[in-house]
C-alpha cells in the first residue's frame, strides 16, 4: 500500500523491532543535491508513526530557506545556534557546564577544555604501536555486511565515513531509548552523511531494535519489503553498519550510498 503526502511517498511494510526505511535520490546532484530536486521515500511499516522523512534541502549542503545562519550553525559564546527548516533552535551550553563548538560541520555543546597535569618524568616510550585495528565495522557489524552480501550479486564496499555514521547514531538511539531515523539533534540521515563528509546521489537508511544478533536483524529487515528494497538496491554500492549493544537491547543501523 502506497501513501502519498506533500510530493513524498510512503509503503507500509512490516518489520517488527524496524523503523521504517528511508531513502533519498538527487537524481543525479550529487550530495549538494541537483536538478529537479531529490526525490525521498519513506518505507514506514505499521505501526510505525510516519515521520515525514527527509526535507527536501537535507540532501546538500548550504542554510535551510529562511533559517538565516550558515549551515554549520554559529557559536554566540556558549550559546549553540542553528536551524531545522527556517526554524532556528539554540542550546545554553554554559548551562550544561560546557562550551559551543563547530564540531563535524556543526555547532554542538562540548565539554570544555580540562587543564592537563603538571609536568612529570618522562615515561619509557615502551614498544612502538601495532597495527591499528579495522575503523570500518566491528564484528557484529562485518557480520551484517558479509550477510547483506550474500544476498546480493554484487557486494557492498564498506566505507568507513559511512561507518561512523551509523555507528553514532545507533549510539544516539541507545542514549535516547528512542528508535527514528530522526537524530536526538532533529538531523535526518542525509544531514548525518553530508556534515560526515559523505557524497553520495541516492543515500538510505535502515534501523531496528532489539534484535540480539546480526542474523536476527539482517532476518528482519529483509522480511520487510522497504528494508530489503534497500539491502537489494543495485543503486547501492557502499555501507556502513553501526551496532551499539545498549546494555542487551540492541540498535542498529545501516546506511546505504551509491
Sequence with gaps: ???RLSGLAFS???CVGCEGALVIDTRGGGGGGGGGGPRVTYDAGPGVTLDGGARPWDAGPGAPPGCGLPAEGVCDGDIAR???GATQLFTNCGALGQTCKIVGGRASCVAADAPGPGPGPTPDPGPGPGPSPTTCAGPEEQQVIDLANGA????FRCDELMARVAREH???MCRTGRMSHTGSDGS???QRMTRAGVSYRTAGENVAWGQSTPASVHQAWMNSSGHRANIMSSSFGRIGVGYSACGGRPYWTQVFAD
Design 1 to 3: 500500500m502506497k501513501y
Design 170 to 172: 545507533s549510539e544516539d
Design 82 to 84: 542553528w536551524c531545522e
Design 188 to 190: 535526518s540521515p542525509f
Design 12 to 14: 507500509v511494510a512490516l
Design 152 to 155: 546480493r550479486s554484487s557486494p
